[in-house]
């Protein structure tokens, strides 16, 4: 049963997938040949200085672009499963309802890790050949708490999308935003560094707003 639902979730979502990975990816490179213009027209020395005293990252372009590939992740996944009906006719089959959910999203997650993870060996590759340690692994950890929203927006969107009502889909949609936006509140290079930890686990909970949504659907909550 576990492999029908996955296999399910790709036929649905893997149009989607493919252009996301494709079109993150290319903004990735985007920021990446930025650098190498700064080190072919003024040098190396030069790049490393405007990092140092002007906190330039070079990847403030990717600031909300983990945000919006699981926003729209979660609406791909999740709004056929609502308009279309086939939320009801799963929770009436003869399998756990909240397992098949978690499956659901799971898979989610596990798109937007790969996705995610490229973006991040890619900059890592490429800048650890003229950049040092310090340098490189302030990008990284500076764009980390964007990638967490990613994560959170994902499962944000789907507690959301799963919402029976419109009167809930609006509160949590507003919700959403709010708790996204503390992943933001600084742009300050590492501001969010002795945070990490505390993000990984706010996303890692929001893993369970939308069984909330699903409890409602069962409850009969509806417009």
Known sequence: MEKAILYKEWIKTRGYCL????????????????MRYVIEMKGVE?????????????VDRLTYLPVVVGVLLAIVQFVPE????????MLH?????????SIMLLYGVGCLITCFALHFAGIWLYTRTF????????????????????????????WSVLEPTWKGRIANVAVSVALTSTCFLSMTPEAYNRM???????AALCFFLPMLSVQRFIDGKQD
């Open 46 to 58: 030069h790049l490393w200085q405007v990092m140092m005293e002007r906190d330039a990252v070079f």
């Open 82 to 89: 609502m308009q279309q009906k086939r939320m009801k006719l």
């Open 19 to 34: 252009l996301a990975l494709i079109v993150s990816c290319g903004m990735v490179a985007y920021c990446l040949m930025k």
């Open 131 to 158: 950049l040092p340690p310090e340098l490189y692994s302030r990008m990284l950890l500076t764009a980390l708490p964007w990638y967490m929203a990613g994560f959170a927006a994902y499962l944000l969107g789907a």
């Open 196 to 202: 990490i930890g505390l993000l990984a686990i706010y």
């Open 93 to 101: 089959l003869p399998y756990p309802r909240f397992l098949n959910i």
